[in-house]
T-cell receptor
Framework: SQTIHQWPATLVQPVGSPLSLECTVE??????LYWYRQAAGRGLQLLFY??????ISSEVPQNLSASRPQDRQFILSSKKLLLSDSGFYLC????????????FGPGTRLLVL | GQQVMQIPQYQHVQEGEDFTTYCNSS?????IQWYKQRPGGHPVFLIQ?????EVKKQKRLTFQFGEAKKNSSLHITATQTTDVGTYFC???????????FGSGTKLNVKP
């Protein structure tokens, strides 16, 4: 069966510090991978998605970046965090080629102070 | 701008009452999905609708996709306290491998 992992679960970082959030998927090959951000009490905003290794599509301009160094690894990064980067970051995967369901990871709660 | 609008933002009901949340898109969707997120949790897939005018049921939940494939609704009959959470729709436009989520409807059920 497939599983998706995210870490860390929670993170408190000072403004201006770097960020690295990791997401890994097990039990499937060549998945579509997604990073979403959810502000408190709000909906999900698509940040990045990837259909293959090294292929990243960005949805919104921001100081975040994403990378996919391996087939089942998706990393969200920032060189300098802003207060507005606080939120709940969710990674999701979906079968390539028209699979239906997006499976979400447990998420990382980031608080930038 | 936001391409999938969802209303209402909040809904408080007495246990046993019905609940409906609505989603509208400014463009035609290839499909729409519905998710439920419990407090403190992550979104969990409920269902996907693909065909124009499609209606699907899961026990007390009824999902509809509009004829023009621009709107959708989720109706819960006789709510229970276990229905508490935030319900999101997510529309896929074309085959671009990405979804646009509605802002969600937070449902609170009073016992």
């Amino acid at each position: 069966s497939q599983t998706i992992h995210q870490w860390p679960a929670t993170l408190v970082q000072p403004v201006g510090s770097p960020l690295s959030l990791e997401c890994t998927v097990e039990g499937t090959s060549n998945p579509n991978l997604y990073w979403y951000r959810q502000a408190a009490g709000r909906g999900l905003q698509l940040l990045f998605y990837s259909v293959g290794i090294g292929q990243i599509s960005s949805e919104v301009p921001q100081n975040l970046s994403a990378s996919r160094p391996q087939d089942r690894q998706f990393i969200l990064s920032s060189k300098k965090l802003l207060l507005s980067d606080s939120g709940f970051y969710l990674c999701a995967w979906r079968l390539a080629g028209g699979g239906r369901t997006q499976y979400f990871g447990p998420g990382t709660r980031l608080l930038v102070l | 701008g936001q391409q999938v609008m969802q209303i209402p933002q909040y809904q408080h009901v007495q246990e046993g009452e019905d609940f409906t949340t609505y989603c509208n898109s400014s463009t035609t969707l290839s499909n729409i999905q519905w998710y439920k997120q419990r407090p403190g949790g992550h979104p969990v897939f409920l269902i996907q609708l693909v065909k124009s005018g499609e209606v699907k049921k899961q026990k007390r939940l009824t999902f509809q996709f509009g004829e023009a494939k621009k709107n959708s609704s989720l109706h819960i009959t006789a709510t229970q306290t276990t229905d508490v959470g935030t319900y999101f729709c997510a529309g896929e436009m074309g085959n671009f491998n990405k979804f646009y989520f509605g802002s969600g409807t937070k449902l609170n059920v009073k016992p």
